[in-house]
């Protein structure tokens, strides 16, 4: 768990939901479509911020347990939330849940803001507790192609170096390496886009969940 001194979150928790509304709206229903279409029943949020996304699933009848390693960030969203959602403060790359727990996860602008390695982890340990036949659905940055989403790409950067050192260093390393695709294949997962957003910057994409659980050393 980390301390309070390291909750990269602190400053932005109370800013957050204001900033990114506006844009993650539409993502947001997107991914709660996919769910729907899918017919799945239990949902994990992984890196669940703020706790919207799972305040829509569990708004439309899912079964929602969500987990974040920002105190501040979990606390706004154990204050907004009504009763039933259930939300632990854990590492994403060390989920306490069983192997094949939920039907389906999410994993929403969080990867992007890893380092490589920190990555694989959460990747791997969420494709652990998602069940064979369900779906891990991640919405985050892609490489952009063409001059629109190249030009679109400075807001995001400015954005990004908002967040922090770090968090920008990743974020620019994860687009360089095109996203989560090269990572995806790595781990011999199969995906498919759904959807692009942010003007081709960022896309809602869905990966087969095949039951393996995966450990990385
Ligand atoms: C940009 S926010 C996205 C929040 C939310 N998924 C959304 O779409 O609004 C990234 C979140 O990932 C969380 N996070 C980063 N690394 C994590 C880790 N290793 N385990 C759990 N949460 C993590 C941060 O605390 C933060 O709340």
């Excluded at 769910?35 to 439309?60: F, I, K, N, W």
């Excluded at 987990?67 to 960030?73: E, K, R």
């Excluded at 969420?126 to 892609?142: L, P």
Aim: hydrophobic share 40%.
């Amino acid at each position: 768990m980390e301390t309070d001194s390291g909750d990269r979150y602190r400053r932005l928790a109370p800013l957050y939901d204001g900033l990114t509304a506006p844009f993650l709206w539409s993502v947001r229903s997107d991914i709660r479509r996919i769910v729907q279409e899918c017919g799945y029943r239990t949902v994990l949020d992984v890196c669940c911020g703020t706790g919207r996304m799972a305040m829509m699933l569990h708004g439309s009848g899912f079964s929602v347990s969500a987990v974040d390693l920002s105190p501040s960030m979990l606390a706004r969203a154990r204050k907004n939330s009504p009763p039933g959602i259930r939300y632990f403060l854990e590492d994403a790359a060390r989920l306490h849940f069983q192997t094949a727990s939920f039907d389906c996860a999410i994993i929403s602008f969080a990867l992007h803001e890893m380092n490589p390695s920190k990555r694989m982890h959460v990747l791997a340990e969420t494709s652990r507790v998602t069940r064979k036949g369900g779906a891990i659905i991640v919405a985050d940055y892609i490489r952009p192609r063409g001059m629109l989403a190249n030009g679109f790409r400075a807001v995001v950067n400015i954005v990004e170096r908002i967040a922090g050192k770090d968090h920008h260093a990743n974020y620019v390393t994860f687009v360089r390496e095109g996203g989560l695709e090269p990572l995806a294949a790595g781990l011999g997962m199969k995906l498919t886009v759904r959807r692009r957003a942010f003007m081709d910057n960022a896309a809602v994409m869905v990966i087969e969940a095949n039951g393996t659980p995966r450990t990385l050393i």
